[in-house]
């Protein structure tokens, strides 16, 4: 069973930054690419970001030039850079096995929750 720990969610004022951390088992890591989506209350879960296991990355458009994704193979983690927080951020934010183009394809974990405001 995949097991992804997601972490760095909390509070921050708009303009704000937060780095959050998912955290997965070598073999899952190694073998897949990982994504970050994100789900506000009321809202559908959504893809934020997707990188491949070679490196490529891709930023949905919302987060374009704010949000990067970024993966260390060494420490079988993937992170998520948020800089310029909007309150429109948000929302639970969730890990996960995805194919290249972003589709999940793994188990949801806990996620982390982010919340922007004054």
């Known amino acids: 069973q995949v097991q992804l720990v997601e972490s760095g969610g909390g509070l921050v004022q708009p303009g704000g930054s937060l780095r959050l951390s998912c955290l997965a088992s070598?073999?899952?890591?190694?073998?897949?690419?990982m994504g970050w989506y994100r789900q506000a209350p009321g809202k559908q879960r959504e893809l934020v970001a997707v990188i491949t296991q070679p490196g490529d990355a891709n930023v949905a458009d919302f987060v374009k030039g704010r949000f990067t994704i970024s993966r260390d193979n060494a420490k079988n983690t993937v992170y998520l850079q948020m800089n310029s927080l909007k309150p429109e951020d948000t929302a639970v934010y969730y890990c996960?096995?995805?194919?290249?183009?972003?589709?999940?394809?793994?188990?949801w974990g806990q996620g982390t929750q982010v919340t922007v405001s004054l």
């Open positions: 996960n096995t995805c194919t290249n183009w972003g589709t999940p394809t793994g188990s």
């Open positions: 070598e073999t899952i890591f190694r073998t897949y690419a």
